[in-house]
């Protein structure tokens, strides 16, 4: 049963929806202000994603349902949960215009990174990698986020608009023509 490529429950894709739940539970602990555990959430969902790829081609489970599959899991984890811990931690004491600023740049992102996720599924045949992506892989993108969030929970740059200007340009790098190596 874990095993059975045609089974929905086989265990690679037992493991994506894994990184599912992780991404769920982060947002709440975000929405709740909790963002080290948002973060240890995350990091367990990037070793999932990791895992459940690894683990589809070592015991040929790869399936069109399962790049799917992946695919939102990788939206949930990589798109929205790193964009509601960037956005909540930098706006928690701004204005309303500059909250509503910066969630028309967050909505931006997810909406870039769920063209980035649709574009690549319409290009991906099962079972097999590609040497290089083309574009910043949304698992790429979350760590760039994770990285401006540091900035600002370590008083690097504090300017919530500074923000918005790199998140608009790893935005944009998602759907580049970037060559991005395959790891």
Same mark, same amino acid.
């Given at each position: 049963?874990? $095993?059975?490529?045609? &089974?929905? !429950?086989?265990?690679? &894709?037992? =493991?994506? %929806?894994?990184?599912?739940?992780?991404?769920? #539970?982060? =947002?709440?602990?975000?929405?709740?202000?909790?963002? !080290?555990?948002?973060?240890?959430?995350?990091?367990?969902?990037?070793?999932?994603? #990791?895992?459940?790829?690894?683990?589809?081609? @070592?015991?040929?489970?790869?399936?069109?349902?399962?790049?799917?599959?992946?695919?939102?899991?990788?939206?949930?984890? !990589?798109?929205?949960? +790193?964009? $509601?811990?960037?956005?909540?931690?930098?706006?928690?004491?701004?204005? /309303?215009?500059?909250?509503?600023?910066?969630?028309?740049?967050?909505? %931006?992102?997810? =909406?870039? /990174?769920?063209?980035?996720?649709?574009?690549? &599924?319409? @290009?991906?045949?099962?079972?097999?990698?590609?040497?290089?992506?083309? /574009?910043?892989?949304?698992?790429?993108?979350?760590?760039?986020?994770?990285?401006?969030?540091?900035?600002?929970?370590?008083?690097?740059?504090? &300017?919530?608009?500074?923000?918005?200007? $790199?998140?608009?340009? =790893?935005?944009?790098?998602?759907?580049?023509?970037?060559?991005?190596?395959? +790891?």
């Amino acid at each position: 049963m874990l $095993f059975d490529k045609d &089974n929905r !429950f086989n265990l690679a &894709n037992l =493991i994506t %929806f894994g990184n599912i739940a992780a991404g769920l #539970i982060a =947002i709440h602990f975000i929405v709740h202000g909790d963002y !080290f555990t948002a973060i240890i959430l995350a990091w367990i969902a990037g070793g999932l994603d #990791i895992a459940d790829g690894k683990v589809a081609r @070592k015991y040929k489970l790869s399936t069109e349902f399962g790049i799917q599959v992946d695919s939102y899991a990788d939206f949930i984890s !990589f798109v929205v949960m +790193p964009s $509601f811990l960037l956005y909540y931690a930098i706006t928690a004491e701004s204005s /309303g215009l500059t909250q509503l600023l910066l969630g028309l740049v967050f909505i %931006f992102y997810i =909406i870039s /990174g769920l063209r980035r996720l649709i574009e690549f &599924n319409m @290009k991906s045949e099962e079972g097999t990698v590609v040497k290089y992506f083309e /574009g910043v892989p949304t698992p790429l993108g979350a760590i760039l986020l994770w990285v401006l969030y540091l900035l600002f929970a370590y008083g690097v740059v504090v &300017n919530p608009y500074i923000f918005a200007v $790199f998140v608009l340009a =790893i935005a944009w790098s998602l759907n580049s023509k970037m060559k991005i190596r395959h +790891p």
